[in-house]
């Protein structure tokens, strides 16, 4: 029972050889990008760390509370520069609240995030929705909470969101070379293999058969091995 519609014996030999080695190679890949999507990741995260403790620093000092217009754009400035897209702005006490950005339908779950962060005193995050990363499904926001603990000020909590799509992105357009370089590989042991199969392998099986083969012919010829009468 053949495995692979191949008829020659070369031809079925090295095409088991490059669906191996290729095959390896892709899976070599994807652990790799697994790999490089949680380091991503992990920067982002230490990313909206800093970028928490500079707007609550911020607010804290009272840079953010004599002009509201001026405040919310320097509050979109250190968001661009950071990657981070929306901003919720919340008051311990009351529902006063300002947005920067589109959260769209995660806006819950940043005010239920902050709220956690104003009740626990801690930095809270997580990873919100699905959506398709490069080779699997992988979150689609980043949302980070960070209580701002000074009675004095209106704001009692920051939240800030990115949407993760620009990431897997970036991850992907790098799979576009990686699957070139993967076909031109794969070609390249196509040609280099059929030589130096032919030579190494096939040549000398072949002469292996023809030696077998004059063999036969010679004990056709003599029946009794050239005995002596």
Request: overall charge positive.
């Amino acid at each position: 029972m053949k495995i692979l519609p191949f008829k020659g014996l070369k031809t079925g030999v090295l095409a088991i050889l490059v669906i191996l080695i290729v095959s390896a190679m892709l899976l070599v890949d994807i652990v790799m990008i697994k790999i490089a999507e949680a380091d991503l990741l992990s920067a982002k995260v230490r990313e909206g760390f800093l970028l928490l403790s500079l707007i609550s620093g911020s607010i804290k000092g009272n840079a953010y509370e004599r002009d509201s217009s001026k405040s919310m754009e320097l509050i979109e400035k250190e968001l661009h520069s950071s990657g981070f897209t929306t901003v919720l702005l919340r008051a311990s006490d009351t529902d006063d609240e300002k947005i920067i950005g589109k959260w769209g339908s995660a806006l819950q779950e940043a005010r239920h995030d902050g709220l956690k962060a104003v009740s626990t005193k801690s930095v809270a995050q997580r990873f919100y929705g699905t959506r398709w990363g490069v080779v699997w499904f992988s979150p689609e926001r980043l949302i980070m909470s960070s209580p701002i603990s000074s009675p004095a000020l209106k704001w009692g909590s920051v939240t800030i969101g990115c949407d993760l799509g620009e990431t897997y992105e970036a991850l992907r357009a790098r799979q576009i070379t990686f699957l070139l370089f993967l076909t031109l590989y794969a070609a390249f042991l196509v040609l280099a293999g059929m030589y130096l199969f032919s030579r190494v392998v096939v040549a000398p099986v072949r002469k292996l058969l023809s030696m077998a083969s004059g063999i036969e012919d010679l004990r056709t010829q003599d029946p009794e091995g050239g005995a002596p009468a």
